[in-house]
């Protein structure tokens, strides 16, 4: 992988503290993916230096990142997201290794296209949630899930920019693995997946002009259905089926760049 080239660019850039993050903690926003080559982040680092910040914890640019998600018995949630429901909601565990700190998280899609996001500190200790996670889930959630379970386990490396201008948060993810709850696992270093998180559909980016330029077009794709389908049998697999072929096509490009 290309961490020496990614954290020697990731020096050009000028850094922010947690602290400096609330203004920018989006929980109600428009969020628009990119997925791409791996290969590719050296350059796009280089290309965005000029127009963000990136978050450094402890002189820490590249976080270790954690996720667990839960789904009812019968893949409510990973139903409605492949379908394209929208008004619907995901579940999740996320472990942030730099602080060693961990949030139980619910993410809404609204019928508007939008996103929103509250989150308790809590850890999953068993595999349901505990009392206080189950208050919480059930403060949000229309309807009582009784039967919630972890059903996918996902890691990878994450940068967080900040833009300079504009009021927007950029993660790029990379390293990605997911595994089964019974140990199965699947490792992804050619795949990368950005994500800008900002107010608005029409609010100006740097960062979307600088994907743009580089032939990255937006995408759709959510890493508990694409990591659920590349390591179980899911059902409705086969509308995945575009993903999983640009998954394949990435794939391939990275071989090929990489001499491997």
Not at 46 to 59: D, E, H, M, Q
Request: aromatic letters at 10%; hydrophobic letters at 35%; charged letters at 25%.
């Amino acid at each position: 992988m290309f961490q020496s080239e990614i954290q020697k660019l990731l020096g050009s850039f000028t850094r922010i503290g947690l602290n400096e993050m609330d203004e920018v903690k989006l929980m109600n926003r428009v969020e628009t993916k990119y997925v791409f080559s791996s290969v590719k982040l050296p350059d796009l680092l280089f290309r965005l230096s000029g127009s963000y910040k990136v978050l450094a914890i402890n002189n820490i640019m590249i976080s270790p990142y954690h996720t667990t998600y839960l789904d009812t018995s019968d893949y409510l949630f990973y139903t409605q997201q492949v379908r394209g429901k929208l008004s619907r909601h995901k579940i999740r565990y996320r472990k942030y290794e730099s602080t060693g700190l961990s949030f139980l998280e619910i993410k809404k899609k609204t019928n508007k296209n939008r996103t929103i996001k509250w989150r308790i500190e809590n850890e999953l200790n068993s595999n349901s949630p505990d009392d206080d996670a189950a208050k919480f889930i059930k403060k949000y959630l229309p309807d009582s899930l009784p039967d919630l379970r972890p059903v996918l386990i996902n890691g990878f490396n994450r940068i967080t920019l900040v833009g300079k201008e504009f009021k927007e948060r950029i993660t790029l993810d990379y390293n990605l693995s997911f595994a089964s709850p019974d140990g199965k696992i699947s490792e992804f270093p050619y795949l990368a997946i950005a994500e800008l998180k900002r107010e608005c559909h029409n609010c100006l980016s740097p960062f979307g002009t600088v994907m743009k330029h580089s032939g990255i077009q937006p995408n759709r794709f959510s890493k508990y259905c694409i990591g659920s389908a590349l390591i179980k049998t899911m059902p409705r697999k086969n509308i995945l089926k575009r993903n999983l072929l640009l998954i394949n096509k990435i794939k391939n490009e990275y071989i090929k760049s990489s001499g491997s």
